[in-house]
């Protein structure tokens, strides 16, 4: 059942963005900007510094040199934050496996201030209806990274920051996420992606760091 | 096109004399200043600690031994202040120069303390007649040589000596909330168990004796000083060569 | 105030649904209970004069053992990550681990302190005011010993070194503990250490949230 409410609209601004971990410089210069309704593909080599990319949107990591800038027609300052409207849903699972699937879920729901009864819907949303009672421990990894995208849909964050979000998953699997994205970016969401896969998605351009020059280039 | 950044742009004077590179070129003409002046203060404070001072009426000669005990003890608190200041430059300003010198000033810090303690057991042995006593100043030095060693093996804990720096500047400065505390405790423990059979407080010190002790303090100081830069330099030189190797390791691989 | 307490519910759950630890960590503490009375001898007047001082040490030793847990799990499967961008601050998040980790870790401890009392012959009344004594130092200790977890938390040696680090600070949690239990709880000078103990708690409860929140931030950099 896909959820149908929109999003104010926004737009993420990256402009100059330099970023030095240990010593190296990772990224200097990166220029983008997504607006509502669209999607960013970052490709490139490993190593090239897509994860610390989508790690510095999310705010983990101190800014070298630049600018992320987070616009929105929304007046209401607490909604403001580009920190209280993301998802980061990185390689690890964040997942408890001695909890059931609906308490790993609810347990993220509440903390996020989503609303509980999504939970379940999320589950159904993400192929794990049938186990929702049953301990996490039991999933295999696929459906691991599952329980972990099913985040996404419990609370509303216009953007959604994806770092490999097909690891581990099957055919079926990367059609859910290019389903997912696809219902995000209706809505009005934002959505920066790091993978290899050539995911089906309309809105997309595709963002490519390359390590000679480690500058971002638009294709 | 790659954009060099050029790293003195946009400075003001203490970044540029506080930027590891520059900091290299000045302090080269500090280490040998540092090091004649303390030669001669060491000198001319030993020369008056040994033959121009009195013996004390009680103690007798074992008092020379305060010479070295009290900058010792000083400088063992000195350097943990200074490491403290370091680490609000770590965390507050990202400064690498402060990284380098709260990790150089660690080991300095514990040898001072090592040296106060020990001269105190020495002085201790004649004075109070044991080598150990359980006083106040006595068991906070031991804790303070606690806390050096143990951020010492932190920073051995750590590959990653960058984000080392910043976790470590957060012990360091939890631990300079606390000494006044512990200092506290100490002293309450300490009159709580042992109603004051020794105590260092209110000396009152003539000038034969006062002068030395200036003089060697200010000796030790000094020596601080000079072991500090020239160590601060060592872990500059010895971070850029990593960098050279990590570079050359990359350029061929990739 | 809902998110805050869906961290300290699933961190209890978690804790209670892995019982052999919790059940481990209370063994450990009245283990020590059995070790000095065969280690010093079985002087009944002896034992008693040093109980005070024994319970705080296995308290200490125990809730050491027990720091590992505070935020290893999280950090390895990167809930701490998620937790960036929970709708309540990080430190609040930090602070509620801390309670949780107090009630699921230090009050069995608490709670099994009469079984320690027996063994090293304690009256009722130094009984009670070891469990006062107790209850208001703990929240300290863990404080100091989440900055330690906080620290050390990438290591995969942290065990041993977030210990070592945070023991000699606090030393006056345990001078102030081991006097509360030997003056009691009566007001003036006979109070004073339990008061100043609960003065200790308090700053640090107050204060280490933001220090070891931080750490936990730096190093996820």
């Known amino acids: 059942m896909p959820n149908k409410e929109a999003y104010s609209s926004q737009q993420i601004n990256v402009s100059k963005l330099s970023l030095i971990r240990s010593e190296r410089l990772i990224l200097s210069d990166v220029n983008f900007s997504v607006k509502s309704g669209k999607a960013i593909f970052l490709r490139g080599d490993n190593g090239v510094g897509k994860t610390s990319l989508l790690m510095a949107i999310a705010g983990y990591l101190h800014i070298g040199a630049g600018e992320i800038s987070w616009r929105t027609d929304n007046d209401n300052e607490e909604e403001n934050s580009l920190i209280d409207n993301l998802h980061f849903i990185a390689h690890q699972t964040a997942i408890k496996p001695t909890l059931s699937l609906k308490d790993n879920l609810m347990f993220w729901c509440t903390l996020y201030g989503g609303a509980p009864e999504k939970v379940i819907d999320a589950l159904k949303t993400v192929g794990l209806s049938h186990a929702i009672d049953f301990e996490a421990g039991l999933l295999s990894a696929g459906q691991k990274k599952r329980l972990s995208l099913a985040r996404l849909l419990v609370a509303n964050r216009a953007l959604w920051l994806l770092d490999e979000p097909t690891s581990s998953l099957d055919r079926e699997g990367d059609k859910l996420v290019a389903n997912l994205i696809d219902n995000h970016l209706e809505r009005g969401g934002i959505a920066i992606i790091a993978t290899h896969l050539d995911l089906n998605i309309k809105n997309a351009k595709t963002f490519i760091l390359t390590k000679t020059n480690q500058h971002g280039e638009i294709a | ?254 | 105030m809902k998110a805050f307490l869906s961290i300290l519910l699933r961190d209890i759950k978690l804790a209670t649904s892995s019982f052999g630890d919790m059940l481990t960590l209370v063994l450990f503490f009245i283990m020590i209970g059995v070790i000095v009375p065969i280690a010093i001898g079985p002087d009944k007047d002896l034992l008693a004069l040093i109980a005070p001082g024994v319970i705080w040490i296995a308290a200490f030793l125990s809730s050491l053992l027990a720091l590992d847990k505070m935020f290893r799990q999280d950090f390895d499967d990167g809930s701490l990550l998620a937790m960036r961008h929970a709708s309540i601050s990080f430190e609040a998040i930090v602070f509620a681990k801390l309670i949780a980790h107090w009630l699921t870790s230090i009050l069995p401890l608490i709670i099994a302190t009469p079984m320690l009392a027996l063994m090293l012959n304690m009256n009722a009344q130094i009984l009670t005011y070891t469990i006062i004594s107790l209850t208001v130092g703990t929240p300290a200790l863990i404080s100091f010993g989440a900055v330690g977890a906080a620290i050390t938390v990438s290591l995969r040696r942290g065990g041993l070194i977030a210990p070592v680090l945070i023991l000699p600070l606090t030393l006056p949690i345990l001078i102030f503990g081991v006097s509360a239990i030997k003056t009691g709880t009566g007001v003036g000078t006979q109070g004073t250490a339990l008061l100043i103990l609960g003065a200790i708690s308090l700053v640090t409860v107050a204060f280490t949230p933001f220090a070891s929140a931080l750490a936990l931030k730096l190093t996820q950099e």
């Not at chain 2, 402060?98 to 004649?126: E, I, N, Y």
């Open chain 2, 1 to 254: 096109m790659t954009q060099k950044i050029d790293p003195l742009k946009k400075m003001n004077w203490f970044d540029r004399i506080a930027h590891p590179g520059q900091f290299l070129k000045w302090s080269g003409y500090l280490i040998l200043p540092l090091a004649i002046l303390s030669a001669i203060l060491f000198g001319v404070g030993l020369w008056f600690a040994f033959f121009n001072s009195p013996e004390d009426y009680q103690m007798g000669n074992t008092v020379r031994i305060m010479y070295i005990h009290v900058p010792n003890a000083w400088l063992s608190q000195l350097v943990y202040v200074m490491m403290a200041v370091s680490a609000i430059g770590t965390l507050v300003w990202r400064h690498p120069l402060a990284d380098v010198s709260m990790k150089v000033a660690a080991p300095l810090g514990a040898a001072f303390t090592t040296m106060a303690l020990f001269t105190g057991m020495l002085w201790g042995r004649p004075t109070w007649g044991t080598y150990w006593e359980w006083d106040g100043r006595m068991t906070a030095t031991l804790i303070l040589l606690l806390m050096y060693l143990g951020i010492i093996a932190l920073w051995r804990s750590f590959d990653d000596q960058l984000r080392a720096a910043k976790l470590i500047a957060i012990i360091t400065l939890v631990g300079v909330i606390n000494i006044p505390i512990i200092k506290f405790s100490v002293d309450w423990w300490n009159t709580l168990h042992q109603p004051s059979i020794v105590s260092t407080e209110g000396l009152s010190m003539p000038a034969s004796i006062y002068t030395p002790l200036l003089i060697m303090t200010f000796a030790f100081t000094v020596l601080f000083a000079l072991l500090q830069t020239n160590a601060t330099r060592t872990e500059i030189l010895r971070r850029k060569a990593d960098r050279q190797l990590r570079k050359s390791l990359n350029k061929e691989n990739g």
